[in-house]
């Protein structure tokens, strides 16, 4: 199994994004222990470990970097060699001071790789914050670290022409991006005005396949999201990304206080227990089966989808707007007339019912 560890260092973070799953500056500002977390991890791995199996941590937050780099290095030391194949990450967003131990942190226990995020009119409050930003981001790939760019879809970003913010990543100079829509938790349950409609963020995405395609984009830095579209029909990989409906199974997040989630983007919302507690009763835990068997089930709308082979049902997470749902169903359904020859287009809001 591919497991995958979320160790949220803090609560609170220096931005407020409207978007974001997390609570924001609002967030608890406390930071976790590194002794406690990697004891719970070596707990997990006495109990649930099998050969062959790897395991990922990702340090997050709120913005992982206000806790002391000390605690990070910490839990890396304790925790390096459960696992014969172990990788550890950080998605920051970069809006500080780079230091000497930062750029340790960077080039040792993260091996030159990092995430970091940007969206439209949303996460900056000033041009010095962005500023800084880009400086930053900058500074990494000039450093020889591999940065990979989240960028959530929200209004604001289908209102960019796809190609345009295609360009816009290229010169940047990041070598990944992700696309990540958006899930009513934390402080986007405040701001429902962000959220697209489905059926225009179905044609975004179908209309970047396309715009991609036309201007060779494909090999200008990994564009996630395409990719996990176009391994289900080059690959037969349909269980990449969102899509795998096995999340709550193989991932744990665990918030700084040392309650337990699955899912990071509930995290704030959903815990099904404590660190301190026994791992067999919190593997077993009701609430935790609960979001199991909710990951597992399927709407029945799905069933009838022409692409549901493809889709699988996609992430848990996403809204249902009436009828529609958050795939990009129109990309999948293009992408298989190419690869079967069935060239009959298809009404969205007729197969989302």
């Not at 997390?22 to 977390?37: H, L, Q, V």
């Not at 070596?42 to 806790?67: M, Q």
């Not at 969102?242 to 699955?262: H, P, V």
Request: aromatic share 12%; glycine share 6%; proline share 5%.
């Amino acid at each position: 199994m591919n497991r995958m560890i979320y160790v949220k260092t803090t609560e609170t973070c220096q931005l407020n994004c409207k978007h974001c799953f997390t609570n924001g500056i609002n967030g608890a500002k406390i930071y976790f222990n590194p002794e406690k977390t990697a004891d719970w991890v070596k707990r997990l791995h006495e109990v649930a470990y099998k050969p062959n199996d790897t395991i990922h941590y990702e340090f997050h937050g709120g913005e992982p970097f206000l806790a002391p780099i000390s605690h990070m290095t910490k839990f890396y030391e304790e925790t390096k060699e459960l696992w014969p194949q172990t990788s550890f990450g950080i998605t920051s967003n970069f809006v500080l001071k780079l230091t000497d131990k930062h750029w340790e942190f960077i080039k040792g226990p993260l091996n030159n790789r990092v995430g970091t995020s940007w969206d439209p009119k949303i996460r900056f409050e000033n041009p010095k914050q962005e500023l800084l930003w880009k400086n930053n981001v900058k500074a990494l790939i000039d450093a020889g670290v591999t940065v990979k760019l989240f960028i959530s879809v929200t209004k604001d970003t289908l209102a960019i022409e796809p190609i345009k913010l295609l360009k816009w990543v290229k010169a940047l100079g990041v070598q990944e991006m992700a696309l990540e829509r958006l899930t009513g938790n934390g402080n986007a349950l405040l701001h429902p005005e962000i959220f697209p409609r489905n059926v225009d963020q179905d044609a975004w995405f179908l209309k970047m396949h396309q715009q991609s395609e036309e201007h060779g984009a494909r090999d200008w830095f990994e564009n996630e999201f395409l990719e996990t579209i176009y391994d289900k029909f080059e690959k037969n990989f349909n269980k990449g990304g969102t899509f795998c409906r096995d999340c709550e199974e193989k991932l744990y997040t665990i918030n700084a206080d040392g309650t337990l989630s699955g899912c990071p983007n509930a995290a704030p919302e959903e815990q099904f227990g404590h660190i301190n507690q026994d791992i067999k009763t919190l593997i077993n835990s009701p609430k935790r089966i609960k979001n199991i068997a909710c990951e597992r089930a399927r709407d029945p709308r799905c069933f009838q989808c022409p692409v549901f082979a493809f889709c699988g049902g996609d992430c848990h997470q996403l809204e249902w707007q009436g009828d529609i749902c958050g795939a990009p169903k129109s990309l999948m359904k293009f992408l298989k007339a190419e690869k079967h020859g069935d060239n009959r287009w298809y009404n969205k809001k007729q197969y989302c019912k």
